[in-house]
């Protein structure tokens, strides 16, 4: 339903670089841009909702054209059904929670959405507060609520949780799943927490120098393989202790620490700091109701 | 980590689990469940090369070659190296299809007599087996 086909020629962090990208998106997607910083993903989101003109290629969304630049056409951002939310909050400072949001309203919607919104965002109790009185967290919230107030069909996220805390993260990743299914909406996230990208996403695209180096599902994408295991997460190596014949590798997990026994042969190659995956079959854990 | 590869000969699905039973070569057969089916994993097609993965810990060893037990996954080789600890031991098996390690305590290798140079099968439950196609 959307095809991006962009060229442009940006700065790079080791000098000129083109970005170049050849991407259908299917409606309802949540699509993560994943890359090292410079690799063109912001320069992406810019030229998708209107922000950045690119040299030469189209954008067409359900087969409307946003950008053709051969035939000069490049729609203005408010003309495309886009909501953007960066890492920066970017809420009006004078105005409260409500009137941020009231200011948004598309003309054709009613505050009724407003309304509804806050009540899936968890809001509606900070509706007369100024932005300057919240949290990092509940700004974001705020931030991603007057998004969706513009009733977008896209909703794009740069590195939206990114100075946030690990808790308040997972809360908020929580919200814009439910978010994204509620609405119907497609997302395209820039994100490096490669946690949340397996949490939120069904498609990764990784890009380095503008070029699309990889893209798959987040299993395909960073584990390089399909693995039956069922039972599997991402994870940190914290600590790897000799014990007998065998090796016990303490893991991060979130922020739970666990434990997995290991040969040698496997951990030759790991170190302190690692990312490792951390894979059982679904057979072996056991469940139980916490009271 | 105990990798053998083979090669996927029949897969049985019933709702969302799968049976699948993977040839090696010399001919020999090991059948794993796992909860995924053709249409949700590419990778299970008959006569796809697949690497069979289970850990050390999940093998069993017997001395004897077919005993009436349960377990149907059955290598047969010949010990290389008994590596002892106070509680568990490392047993290194050189069978026709590949080394394979196991995990046990070190007071079931004193009843054994495990030791190089000995017969010994390794036995792997069907559910302990894991499919990956690197």
């Not at chain 1, 009185?133 to 974001?140: E, H, N």
């Amino acid at each position: 339903m959307m095809q991006i086909r962009i060229q442009k020629n940006l700065e790079g962090p080791s000098g000129p670089m083109l970005l170049d990208l050849d991407l259908n998106i299917e409606k309802g997607q949540f699509l993560t841009l994943y890359g090292p910083s410079g690799a063109g993903k912001t320069s992406t989101l810019q030229m998708i909702s209107g922000l950045m003109r690119p040299d030469h290629g189209t954008i067409y969304f359900d087969g409307q054209p946003w950008v053709d630049i051969s035939k000069n056409i490049h729609i203005k951002p408010q003309l495309r059904k886009v909501g953007y939310v960066f890492q920066d909050y970017a809420l009006f400072p004078n105005m409260t929670v409500k009137q941020n949001l009231v200011f948004a309203l598309s003309k054709n919607s009613s505050s009724k959405s407003i309304m509804d919104i806050m009540d899936i965002m968890e809001i509606g109790n900070l509706q007369s507060r100024k932005p300057d009185t919240l949290s990092g967290g509940q700004r974001q919230r705020v931030a991603i609520a007057r998004a969706l107030v513009q009733q977008p069909q896209l909703l794009l996220l740069d590195e939206p949780f990114a100075a946030l805390d690990l808790k308040i993260r997972l809360r908020l990743q929580d919200y814009l799943g439910e978010v994204h299914r509620t609405y119907g909406l497609t997302t395209i996230l820039i994100s490096h927490d490669i946690g949340e990208i397996h949490k939120l996403s069904n498609r990764v695209v990784s890009l380095e120098q503008g070029k699309i180096a990889k893209q798959g599902t987040p299993s395909e994408v960073f584990v390089g393989h399909n693995l039956s295991g069922k039972f599997k997460f991402k994870g940190e190596v914290l600590h790897i202790e000799k014990n007998e014949v065998v090796y016990i590798v303490s893991v991060l997990i979130h922020n739970e620490v666990v434990k997995v026994i290991a040969q040698g042969s496997e951990i030759e190659n790991l170190e302190i700091g690692d990312a490792v995956m951390v894979a059982s079959k679904a057979f072996n854990p056991i469940i139980y109701k916490i009271q | 980590m105990n990798r053998l590869r083979g090669t996927i000969s029949n897969i049985e699905v019933n709702g969302n689990l799968s049976l699948v039973t993977v040839h090696l070569q010399p001919p020999l057969t090991l059948k794993t469940i796992v909860v995924e089916t053709p249409k949700t994993a590419a990778y299970l097609q008959i006569e796809n090369e697949i690497d069979l993965l289970f850990k050390e810990t999940e093998v069993v060893l017997g001395t004897a070659e077919s005993p009436n037990i349960s377990l149907q996954n059955r290598i047969s080789g010949t010990i290389r190296e008994v590596e002892q600890g106070q509680l568990l031991s490392k047993v290194l098996l050189e069978t026709k299809w590949g080394g394979i390690s196991s995990i046990i305590s070190s007071n079931a290798v004193r009843q054994l007599g495990l030791s190089k140079g000995m017969n010994a099968t390794a036995f792997i439950k069907l559910n302990e087996i894991m499919l990956s196609n690197t």
